[in-house]
């Protein structure tokens, strides 16, 4: 069982992540959303709050740096746009390179992707 009390780290439990190849690749057939920054894949499950996969391939990525701050940015995004009540697992595959001179716009494209998600 997940305890998701208020932490004021803003920490995200270990529960609420994906882990295992087998949920990501579960995920991964459930339906899509995509722009050009990113595709989200959700699926129901049955924990009975949402989860989280990150995928960002050295592809499309190459420097370890950005991939890091890429990962970061969608926790923190999911963790403050998405209901943790929702059941469901949601994996984030990141399509472009993406660090801090256009962050702001990858994070408005990841936000419109988890309100069209919720919808």
Request: hydrophobic share 40%; with cysteine; net charge positive.
């Amino acid at each position: 069982m997940c305890v998701l009390p208020f932490d004021a780290r803003k920490t995200f439990p270990a529960c609420r992540r994906l882990r295992q190849r087998t949920e990501f690749e579960l995920a991964l057939r459930a339906d899509c959303f995509s722009n050009k920054w990113f595709s989200v894949y959700i699926r129901k499950n049955e924990s009975g709050y949402s989860r989280l996969g990150i995928i960002v391939s050295k592809r499309s990525m190459p420097k370890a740096v950005s991939r890091n701050f890429a990962k970061r940015l969608i926790r923190n995004i999911f963790r403050i746009h998405f209901s943790a009540e929702a059941p469901v697992d949601l994996v984030v595959r990141a399509r472009r390179q993406f660090d801090s001179e256009n962050s702001a716009e990858g994070r408005k494209a990841l936000i419109e992707l988890f309100q069209s998600v919720r919808t």
